[in-house]
């Protein structure tokens, strides 16, 4: 009679440190986001102690964005990429990215359409897109490489479209609460139209592109960093408009602008060359 084998366990996954803390940084300000706006639905809605706690949520969602612009770089930079922070990365991205500007959205401008519930309805469709748009991105990155595979993204990245839609919120809060506290229905409409697009946005084959490309050896790199220092300039002295601006241009680079430039023209704007373009 043979001896029982003691069961064998899958080996611990690596965990780098430095790129995974600016990871639960992203996933942090998703929480303190979403705790704001339950702060701010003790208010009636178009108070000016809703608007606070509101624009403070948007706050903390910009500083999840720029921990999510930071840990993959981080990462590459370290050459510490690998599946547990991609899917860590993914659970903050939902959180900070898919339910807090849903909640934010539903509660600060969506909740007087004039069909019921409707804003809800819009709000749980970008949820819903959001976490689809993660999962498929996960199970295209776990992927054999192919030839020739490009490293921009299928679809409109998540933390793009959660920019879209609360930069462009931010935006008429700070409209309304200049004058009478009341969103006009023709800016609620607007924010409804726009977060249903960027919803399908993110599911779509649509191709954006990912700026991994840049780093410090490519003369692209100079112009990147020429248009973020002219772009932190512009939000220090125009924080309601700059990051709505930022946030729809990239929206519309890769819906409207990219598909008819030529190949050295979006090699020269993504900071790209032809190695990246050969990717194996």
Not at 81 to 87: A, L, Q, S, T, Y
Not at 105 to 118: K, M, N, S, T
Not at 217 to 232: H, N, P, S
Not at 233 to 260: E, Q, S
Request: net charge neutral; aromatic share 12%; hydrophobic share 55%.
């Amino acid at each position: 009679m043979s001896t029982p084998q003691p069961p064998v366990y899958p080996d611990e996954p690596k965990i780098p440190v430095l790129p995974n803390l600016l990871t639960a940084g992203n996933l942090l300000c998703g929480f303190f986001s979403i705790l704001t706006i339950f702060k701010g639905m003790a208010f009636d809605n178009g108070s000016v102690e809703a608007f606070d706690h509101y624009e403070t949520a948007t706050y903390f969602l910009f500083a999840a964005c720029i921990f999510d612009l930071l840990d993959g770089r981080v990462a590459r930079m370290c050459k510490a990429d690998g599946p547990f922070g991609r899917e860590f990365d993914s659970i903050a991205d939902v959180v900070s990215f898919g339910i807090a500007p849903a909640m934010l959205l539903a509660r600060a401008v969506l909740f007087d359409l004039p069909v019921p519930y409707l804003g809800d309805v819009i709000a749980v469709l970008y949820l819903l897109c959001a976490a689809l748009r993660l999962a498929r991105f996960n199970c295209m990155a776990a992927a054999p490489k192919k030839p020739n595979q490009s490293m921009d993204f299928v679809g409109l990245p998540v933390p793009m479209a959660a920019g879209a839609v609360v930069s462009t919120m931010y935006l008429v809060i700070d409209l309304t609460t200049r004058h009478n506290l009341v969103i006009p229905m023709l800016w609620q409409i607007v924010m409804a139209v726009v977060m249903t697009v960027v919803s399908l946005l993110m599911m779509s084959r649509v191709i954006y592109p990912s700026f991994k490309h840049v780093n410090f050896e490519k003369r692209g790199t100079a112009m990147a960093i020429l248009m973020a220092v002219i772009a932190i300039g512009l939000f220090v002295m125009f924080p309601w408009i700059t990051p709505a601006i930022i946030f729809v241009c990239y929206l519309g680079y890769g819906l409207v602008v990219r598909p008819f430039l030529t190949r050295r023209m979006r090699r020269a704007i993504e900071a790209a060359d032809d190695d990246d373009e050969a990717q194996v």
